[in-house]
């Protein structure tokens, strides 16, 4: 059930070395490069004053921070300009990475070893797999070999959406009681759950959105969401994604804004204790406000941006706390402190992993056909 | 070879994701004796790819002649290595551990051992055995440098063949010295402590 055609096959040489982006795209891409080269400014700026108008520590972290997103940036950009499976590739690797500061921080036994080999080199590459695979299949010659297996036609959405929620949760606690060791059975067999289902299953629905075919409403008409000087089908979705990491990375920046001009109440001091409410509405207002100044870049209407942006903003502070949380809970800082010289991924991408389900989700239950 | 023995450790540190940090202690190509914790099969391979480069090719780690001579491919990598392996089994007389170290080494390489002797089971460091203090007693030029191995064995415990890519972290603390006339048992103790101190670091 297509409404959009697939396209011709692409032509080998020439014009596809590198993906095509639309327009919108590009726009957007252009924002992300000026707002990143507007903060590169400040800091050079707040650099030169003098330590005592500003916070030497607070410039320095931002620096590091500005340097992730300008490696975050590269690393989204040359995806898409390298094609959607490039892209999930990349995100598969990113998320192999959290999982593995993830675990290093929790404490393991030794009967979780097998557990764990297969979640790293098991249900991660798979669920990758799974979203690489997509919709594919779909347009799929029933005679051919798909045919044959039985799987032309199908939509992988169907198994990347549960795949670690079912087989993966059922997979995990069966293997640690084979392996026969009973302390504290619960809480290891959760905790490897937890990780496969932050870092692997949630970040994976990021890549996810490449892959998903949209309407929007025009005249109380559902239209097929396309950009009329796009030809092929594949990257049309690209600036959803880029829509999506951008706003989350803003609803970041202004709850931490928001938390220093206004913030009095502290949600939970003993696990973020420069977190608090003030920010938390500051954040999703303001985040909306720039969901409603990018609607251009999405099948929402404006009234449909600014809600998805400040769920966003709710669901990216959610991340935050429950990473936080976890961290209080282990006693380490933040992760990439956790072994000494390693940039935290898991930092750089806690809001990311909790809001990229959600907005999945909630755009394919009103977009999709 | 050479290709080969960066490729192999490459992968080890990709695998161990180690981190390694020099505390009071440079990296040199003078002759030294690396002594770190043993805790899982990785560990001579990993600790052996965490040196820079040239260090590298002129250290040696010591290694059980009967886990390292069993099949093909771990002979292979003992040999693209440059282990020294010891028959823990058949000690003769003239051919003590340290014995063959030492003729091994010449006036050009260094060493990686493993005191403990086998691997610690449980998360407590065990007794170091004597053959470091010989060592230090036969060769007191040698700069005898602990090491500690954090998290390597959730890489790879003990009786698993397959690795889980956690992230280790390596220490590589200050030089220590056999010095005049200090018992064996002193010794020794003082060796292991020098480990144990960079834990808490």
Not at chain 1, 80 to 92: M, Q, S, W
Not at chain 1, 311 to 328: P, Q, W
Not at chain 2, 16 to 22: D, E, H, L, M, P
Not at chain 2, 56 to 64: E, F, H, I, N, Q
Request: proline residues 5%; charged residues 20%.
């Amino acid at each position: 059930m297509h409404l959009l055609a697939k396209p011709a096959a692409a032509p080998l040489l020439g014009q596809t070395v590198f993906n095509q982006l639309d327009t919108p795209t590009m726009v957007l891409l252009g924002v992300v490069l000026l707002m990143l080269a507007g903060a590169y400014g400040a800091v050079l700026i707040l650099r030169r004053q003098p330590e005592t108008t500003v916070n030497a520590a607070v410039v320095r972290t931002f620096s590091y921070r500005l340097r992730a997103w300008w490696l975050m940036t590269a690393i989204l950009v040359s995806g898409l300009f390298l094609g959607r499976i490039a892209t999930v590739v990349l995100f598969g690797l990113v998320s192999f990475w959290a999982l593995r500061e993830f675990i290093t921080m929790t404490p393991t036994r030794r009967g979780d070893h097998r557990a764990l080999f297969w979640a790293f080199f098991l249900f991660t590459p798979f669920q990758y797999f799974l979203v690489a695979v997509g919709s594919e299949l779909v347009g799929a010659d029933r005679d051919g070999l798909y045919g044959r297996l039985g799987l032309a036609g199908k939509d992988f959405y169907g198994f990347y959406s549960i795949m670690i929620p079912v087989y993966a949760s059922l997979v995990i606690p069966a293997q640690i009681a084979i392996s026969g060791d009973h302390k504290r059975f619960l809480e290891r067999a959760a905790k490897i759950q937890a990780g496969l289902l932050i870092c692997v299953y949630s970040l994976s629905y990021a890549p996810a959105l490449l892959d998903m075919e949209l309407v929007q409403w025009q005249d109380g008409e559902m239209v097929p969401w396309t950009d009329p000087g796009q030809k092929g089908e594949e990257n049309h979705n690209a600036k959803l994604l880029v829509y999506f990491v951008l706003l989350v990375q803003i609803a970041d920046v202004m709850h931490y804004i928001w938390d220093r001009l206004l913030g009095r109440h502290v949600i939970a001091p003993d696990i973020n204790a420069s977190k608090t409410w003030e920010g938390l509405v500051g954040s999703v207002l303001t985040t909306a406000l720039f969901g409603l100044v990018f609607t251009w870049a999405t099948p929402f209407t404006l009234a449909g941006s600014a809600a998805m942006s400040a769920t966003i903003a709710v669901m990216g502070a959610a991340g935050g706390m429950t990473m936080s949380a976890i961290k209080r809970d282990r006693g380490v800082r933040d992760y990439g402190t956790l072994v000494q010289g390693h940039a935290g991924v898991l930092d750089r991408i806690d809001s990311l992993c909790f809001a990229a389900p959600v907005f999945f989700h909630i755009t394919r239950f009103y977009l999709h056909p | 070879m050479n290709l080969t023995r960066s490729a192999l450790a490459l992968l080890a540190k990709l695998f161990s994701g180690a981190t390694v940090r020099w505390l009071d202690c440079q990296p040199d190509t003078c002759q030294r004796v690396y002594f770190a914790n043993h805790t899982s099969h990785l560990d001579a391979l990993v600790l052996w790819s965490s040196l820079p480069k040239e260090i590298r090719d002129l250290t040696r780690p010591v290694a059980a002649r009967d886990y390292w001579e069993r099949g093909a491919v771990r002979r292979y990598i003992a040999r693209l290595f440059n282990v020294i392996l010891i028959d823990r089994k058949k000690i003769k007389v003239h051919e003590s551990p340290p014995d063959v170290m030492i003729r091994e080494i010449g006036h050009k390489y260094s060493l990686i051992v493993f005191p403990e002797g086998a691997r610690n089971v449980e998360d407590e460091m065990g007794e170091f055995k004597s053959g470091l203090y010989y060592l230090g007693k036969k060769r007191p030029d040698l700069e005898l440098v602990p090491v500690y191995i954090d998290n390597l064995n959730r890489v790879l415990p003990r009786g698993e063949i397959l690795p889980v890519p956690l992230l280790s972290c390596i220490t590589i603390g200050p030089p220590i010295w056999l010095e005049a006339g200090e018992p064996k048992a002193e010794f020794l103790r003082r060796a292991r402590e020098a480990v144990l101190r960079l834990k808490e670091i």
